[in-house]
């Protein structure tokens, strides 16, 4: 080792070689380093740089769509509208009478069945079961041998037949009403309706609901079934 920095001491020429190799590579080195940032003053990347810029952006792209396909989606979503519901009236010879809702595919025999079908006393050769709903509409069937108003049988009755007042609907009143008023009422036809004016004309009024069984072919279970439908007072 000591014989090797010795050679090198006593060569001159040799040290002057080393440090010129030194300086050289200090130079190359500054050049590189100087190319490199002229390039990017000037807009050019190396190769490497670019090809990562280019997939970045790229990648930005994708997403930029995806936010915007999210966002039609999302419109599309919240335009679809809400199906509207809508309900009848089941009244009469039904094991459930009571308000059900229906679709608009539906027909009156399936509100029927929704209301557990018509009862051992039910007259359904009055109600046309093909009928087609409506909302708000009264399906009244009747017993047998009870009649009902030509309405009522077609099954299209309308949501009020009577004035709303308070918003409550507004009874019959059985001591005021003409032979057509008296014809709305569910299960009541001419016939009954001409023997309830009679009835009028002969005691002068009707106190009570359950005077109506005076009316022939009317009896308890009718009368219960018409007290949403008539008065006596006029409330």
Known sequence: MKKIYQHIIDSPK?????LLSIVLL???TGLLVGRIISQKDDGHVPL???LNSSNSSNSSIVTEENMREEKKTYKETSKETIPVINYVD?????NRPGIYSFS???R??????KAGGLTDTADGNQINLAAK???????YVPVIGEEIPVAAKGQQSHPVEETEKNGQE???NLNTADLAKLQQIPGIGKVKAQEIIRYREEKGSFQKLEELQEITGIGAKTVEQLRNWVTVTGE
Do not use: M, P, T, Y
Not at 14 to 18: D, G, N
Not at 133 to 139: A, G, S, V, Y
């Open 14 to 18: 040799l040290i002057i070689s080393v």
């Open 26 to 28: 200090f130079l190359r």
């Open 48 to 50: 490497n740089l670019s």
């Open 90 to 94: 089941v009244k009469g010879a039904v």
């Open 104 to 106: 608009l595919e539906e």
């Open 108 to 113: 009156v025999h399936d509100v029927i069945e």
């Open 133 to 139: 709903l409506i909302d708000q509409q009264l399906i």
């Open 170 to 172: 507004e009874k019959i």
